[in-house]
């Protein structure tokens, strides 16, 4: 077994480009969250969402992709393409998380029908196709489900490991779990997808639960969203509302944590999410750690050429004023 240090890659970064909006392709298996993450990306002149590209997770493909579009077409935005990605996990057999989201995967809320179809290049490809065509240090990749997709582009266009920018993923977390006492979901769907993805050697922040189990969705946050009083905050309403049943059921939860629109605030406005930089590795052989994120937190840590960090610190009331505002602006 070799040292899972000497098997991070050590890639030279591209440079960031300079400012402007944020050019980011979002990953992700709307999903509550998922949703509030894509509300976040469109409304925030500070990130250009270019294209949402999706990974069976929370639902299966077909569920999630075709959410994703309802998603758009609830915000008015089906310029956005949705490119379907992968099916199901590198090795391990499909679960999705109906208890948590439903049948539909966005269950609580009336989804309109897609008027725009599913764009023709696979996820993978467009992935890999348009951090190549961009400018080196210009695209962001932000995934919020299982990182199926995001691994098979490295492998697929290797070269994207140094041009883009920066990754941004919800998944795992240092001290939390949640579909085991030390695995998040979207990292144990598919472990192996996640060794790939977080051994890369880009530049990747995790933002994992211990993070997003701050951005509570409480009683004064869906107040705020209630005085807007448009079909868009009803819509979020609707899903906070069953999202805040099945974690009291399922999870023991008060408030249902609204993990991915995390990544995209710390897009945003990298001072509302507290980073810490930490050698990072994904347990794939355990019995017991199936998919454990462990984050190498000791004083002593080496952290010469580390390209991995971790959330630990959310500003709750700059998140919820992001996305309270996003919804405003939504209209
Ligand atoms: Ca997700």
Same mark, same amino acid.
């Given at each position: 077994m070799p040292d899972p240090q000497t098997t991070t890659r050590r890639v030279e970064q591209a440079a960031p480009r300079p400012d402007g909006p944020r050019r980011i392709i979002l990953d992700c298996d709307p999903g509550h969250d998922d949703a509030v993450a894509i509300m976040l990306a469109l409304a925030s002149p500070a990130i250009e969402l270019l294209g949402i590209t999706t990974v069976g997770g929370n639902q299966t493909v077909q569920k999630i992709t075709r959410n994703a579009q309802s998603v758009l077409e609830m915000c008015g935005r089906q310029d956005v393409p949705v490119h379907r990605g992968s099916a199901r996990p590198l090795l391990r057999d499909v679960h999705v998380a109906g208890d948590i989201h439903g049948e539909s995967g966005l269950d609580g809320v009336e989804l309109p029908a897609p008027t725009v179809p599913v764009a023709d290049a696979r996820a993978v490809q467009y992935i890999a196709d348009t951090v190549m065509a961009a400018e080196p240090g210009e695209i962001t990749l932000v995934a919020t489900g299982p990182l199926t997709n995001l691994a098979l582009a490295a492998r697929l266009e290797p070269e994207i490991i140094e041009r883009v920018r920066e990754v941004v993923i919800m998944g795992g977390g240092y001290h939390e779990g949640n579909v085991s006492p030390v695995a998040e979901f979207n990292i144990w769907a598919d472990p192996e997808a996640a060794a790939i993805v977080v051994d890369a050697g880009w530049e990747l922040t995790m933002v994992g639960l211990d993070l997003t189990h701050q /951005?509570?969705?409480t009683a004064d946050v869906e107040e705020q969203v209630r005085a807007?009083? !448009?079909?868009? /905050?009803?819509?979020? $309403?609707?899903?906070?509302?069953?999202?805040?049943? !099945?974690?009291?059921e399922v999870q023991g939860f008060d408030d249902p944590p609204v993990h991915d629109p995390c990544t995209i605030a710390y897009l945003i406005d990298p001072s509302v999410v507290r980073t810490r930089r930490a050698p990072l590795h994904v347990e794939t052989s355990?019995?017991?750690?199936?998919?454990?994120?462990?984050?190498? $937190?000791?004083?002593?840590a080496d952290l010469e050429g580390c390209? !991995?960090?971790? /959330? !630990?610190?959310?500003?709750?009331? /700059?998140?919820?004023?992001?996305?309270v505002e996003a919804i405003r602006v939504l209209g």
């Open positions: /951005a509570l969705a807007i009083g !448009t079909d868009l /905050a009803e819509f979020f $309403l609707g899903l906070m509302g069953f999202f805040r049943r !099945t974690y009291q355990g019995d017991l750690t199936r998919g454990m994120t462990v984050a190498d $937190l000791r004083p002593g390209r !991995t960090q971790v /959330a !630990t610190e959310l500003d709750r009331d /700059a998140f919820w004023g992001m996305v």
